[in-house]
């Protein structure tokens, strides 16, 4: 009974919020369903051809010494395998011991289309507004910074959430990135997801870079993961999961609403 109204106290609040938030918000599926580990879904924008970019809201919120995080995955369209890693934590038993939030697809035209790029034909890895360049080719970086719906969605959710920590996730590059600012934390990050660390620079600066923008105008970190071409579907639903809670001290439980 006292989880029952946990579950409609937590909905009735994510309902009030998405009124002032202009976001789409709906409330987790029922405990028993197939998402137990979702206290909120939410459609943070639309991509260039409408389809929904969705962001799952897991684990424990407003715990004390609770860290707050995001994880992204399918940023470029042909790089989908990462995703998995988050559909699983999204898909599983409840989380605790973090305040998660997860992106599995948010490029879902390039996904769609198997293609690197947003439909408009830009990397939006390219498309942010910090050391933004006019690229061409397969870093096609937009008209200007920002001028993607997927960008502005995407900037418009990480300044409303404002976590601590970023995991980015890509292929095929086979490492985690220590030029970052805040070296340590990629360094333990890599030794959790059992991957090499790496300095990835673009052969110079990263320009219009997600990580980038969110490190140059927030605390928080944010770090890009790159797996291999082909990683292991066992890898990818089974291990890393439980590999990338224990970067953050959480795990699998169940939730008490008595406390």
């Known amino acids: 009974m006292r989880r029952r109204l946990g579950t409609v106290l937590t909905a009735l609040t994510l309902l009030a919020g998405s009124a002032v938030s202009g976001q789409t918000v709906a409330p987790a599926q029922a405990a028993t369903g197939a998402h137990r580990a979702v206290v909120e879904k939410r459609v943070i924008g639309k991509s260039v051809q409408g389809r929904p970019i969705v962001a799952w809201h897991l684990g424990e919120q ?21 995703a998995q890693i988050l559909r699983a934590l999204r898909d599983g038993d409840p989380i605790l011991g973090v305040d998660l ?18 439909a408009h034909g830009v990397d939006l890895n390219r498309n942010y507004p910090f050391h933004w360049a006019a690229l061409d080719g397969n870093y096609e970086s937009g008209s200007k910074p920002a001028s993607e719906p997927e960008t502005r969605a995407m900037m418009k959710f990480l300044g409303k959430v404002r976590p601590q920590w970023i995991l980015s996730f890509h292929q095929p590059l086979h490492g985690v990135d220590t030029d970052t600012k805040r070296p340590k934390f990629a360094t ?55 590999q990338v809670l224990s970067i953050f001290g959480a795990w699998r439980g169940e939730y008490d609403f008595e406390q």
Request: with cysteine; net charge positive; hydrophobic share 35%.
């Open 62 to 82: 407003g715990r004390p010494h609770t860290a707050k995080v995001v994880l992204i995955a399918t940023m470029h369209g042909n790089e989908s395998a990462p």
């Open 101 to 118: 939030w997860v992106v599995p697809t948010y490029n879902p035209d390039g996904l769609a289309a198997g293609t690197r790029r947003n």
């Open 188 to 242: 333990r990050v890599a030794r959790a997801l059992d991957l090499p660390a790496k300095s990835f620079t673009c052969g110079g600066v990263c320009h219009g870079t997600m990580t980038g923008w969110f490190n140059h105008n927030f605390r928080g970190n944010a770090l890009t993961v790159e797996y291999g071409a082909h990683p292991p579907r066992t890898r990818m639903r089974q291990v890393a999961p439980r």
